[in-house]
């Protein structure tokens, strides 16, 4: 597609329920990124994609977060177990080192509210 | 470690000019990024600097000072439909992005 899309744009969910949050990044390019934005505050890296792999996962609040990237495109962020303070947009961005410079592109979030 | 600050929040009047500030302390350096979000939107991407000096682009400036650790975005003529929040980042050795918290841009008539 012409930019970054995540889905769903919206869930709501119970505490103590596990979500999948999808994105799907600008075709070609080659790293990926998560992102997590509470109400009012700046973002919170979470963790990055070079194709398939995951250099840095620094940015993984626990153990019930983990994400995936297959065929260097499509990523999936999980939160097991929800929790009320998970509640943030969770936003996705694309960019490629392949330009002179890495601009990052980002989706249109999904806004995650846990119960 | 790692550090970015910025102004929390700014006011300006219709027409004016703003500059926001923007300090970095990072691992490496490879350049500075701005971005505008509005609410309840995702970041959009406004400029990029890796070299020292003053880059132009329309009613928007971004300025770089490397020695200083320094960059500022200003807007010109400003407009209300610029009211959001402006985030400064700099891209690491790694290539990775450390974000400032973001200036919330409040606009005045």
């Known amino acids: 597609g012409a930019g970054v899309s995540q889905s769903p744009s919206n869930k709501v969910t119970e505490k103590g329920k596990d979500v999948e949050l999808r994105c799907d990044p600008i075709?070609?390019?080659?790293?990926l990124y998560w992102y997590r934005q509470s109400l009012g505050q700046g973002l919170e890296f979470l963790i990055y994609f070079q194709g398939n792999s995951a250099p840095d996962k620094s940015g993984l609040p626990s153990d019930r977060f983990s994400a995936e990237r297959t065929g260097g495109s499509v990523s999936t962020l999980t939160i097991q177990r929800t929790q009320q303070e998970d509640s943030a947009v969770y936003l996705c961005?694309?960019?490629?080192?392949?330009?002179?410079?890495?601009?990052?592109?980002f989706g249109p979030g999904t806004r995650l509210l846990v119960l | 470690g790692q550090n970015i600050d910025q102004p929390t929040e700014m006011t300006a009047t219709e027409g004016a000019i703003v500059q926001i500030n923007c300090t970095y302390q990072t691992s490496g350096f490879n350049g500075l990024f701005w971005y505008q979000q509005h609410a309840g939107e995702a970041p959009t991407f406004l400029s990029y600097?890796?070299l020292d000096g003053l880059e132009e682009k329309g009613r928007f400036s971004s300025f770089l000072s490397r020695s200083k650790g320094y960059s500022y975005l200003l807007l010109k003529e400003l407009q209300m439909k610029d009211s959001a929040s402006y985030l400064c980042?700099?891209?690491?050795?790694?290539?990775?992005?450390?974000w400032g918290a973001g200036t919330k841009l409040i606009i005045k008539p």
């Open positions: 600097n890796v």
């Open positions: 961005a694309s960019s490629s080192r392949l330009a002179g410079y890495e601009t990052q592109y």
């Open positions: 075709s070609g390019h080659t790293a």
């Open positions: 980042a700099a891209l690491d050795s790694n290539y990775q992005l450390i």
